[in-house]
């Protein structure tokens, strides 16, 4: 299995409250992405990495903010967590050669629950 | 925007039976790749194919790109129920930056 951990893996917030989910990779890839997973909607884009301080938005970016200060490392901050924002969230990291996007490995997820 | 639709939402099938799932997406591509999600799991890259190909085999895979109707297919033959998942199309696009878009994903069910 690709180095790709998430933590936490299950977290429980209330409204309101600041929440930082990490992806650590062991594989030096250069592109990161996150996504959420809801039923009907599939994975949608949050945001995305393609370099250490490069971050650009994705489909459903608004509450979400991200950072990599290091290759290794990729968080996702909900702001001000809503009720709207509970889902499942998925890091992914890939690399491209060529120019071209390779295969993504995916980390288990983090189950996120806004009360 | 979601770049791939996959058809159909479901499928339920016979082991031993072939399975076919379709992507299409709306605009041109690099490559295309099926991924394939377990319960609960993460998910996992099966087969990429770039632009330029028609056709790839993996194993029991066979996945078919026609990019002059924006469509891709996935064919799982002799399945069985270990092969009971969701699969998903996801594609890189040349004019959306690094970003790896996904479909919504096909429900495969294989029983016994």
């Known amino acids: 299995d690709a180095g790709i951990t998430q933590s936490p893996r299950h977290k429980v917030t209330e409204t309101g409250t600041p929440v930082t989910l990490r992806c650590h990779q062991t594989e030096n890839h250069r592109y990161m992405y996150w996504y959420r997973q809801d039923p009907g909607h599939g994975l949608r884009l949050i945001h995305y990495?393609?370099?250490?301080?490069?971050?650009d938005k994705g489909e459903v970016s608004d509450g979400y903010s991200v950072s990599r200060s290091k290759t290794e490392d990729f968080l996702l901050t909900l702001e001000s967590a809503t009720s709207s924002q509970t889902s499942v969230y998925f890091c992914?990291?890939?690399?491209?050669?060529?120019?071209?996007?390779?295969?993504?490995?995916f980390g288990q997820g983090t189950r996120l629950t806004v009360v | 925007s979601q770049q791939g639709e996959e058809d159909p939402q479901a499928l339920s099938i016979q082991e031993g039976e072939n399975a076919t799932m379709n992507c299409s997406y709306k605009t041109s591509i690099n490559n295309l790749q099926w991924y394939r999600q377990n319960s609960g799991r993460g998910l996992v890259h099966l087969i990429l194919i770039r632009s330029n190909e028609r056709e790839k085999h993996s194993g029991r895979l066979r996945v078919t790109l026609d990019t002059s109707k924006k469509s891709s297919s996935l064919l799982i033959t002799a399945s069985r129920a270990a092969d009971t998942a969701s699969y998903f199309c996801a594609t890189d696009a040349p004019n959306s930056g690094y970003a790896l878009n996904f479909g919504k994903g096909t429900s495969l069910l294989v029983t016994p």
């Open positions: 990495s393609y370099g250490v301080k490069d971050t």
């Open positions: 992914a990291i890939s690399e491209r050669s060529g120019g071209i996007g390779t295969e993504a490995f």
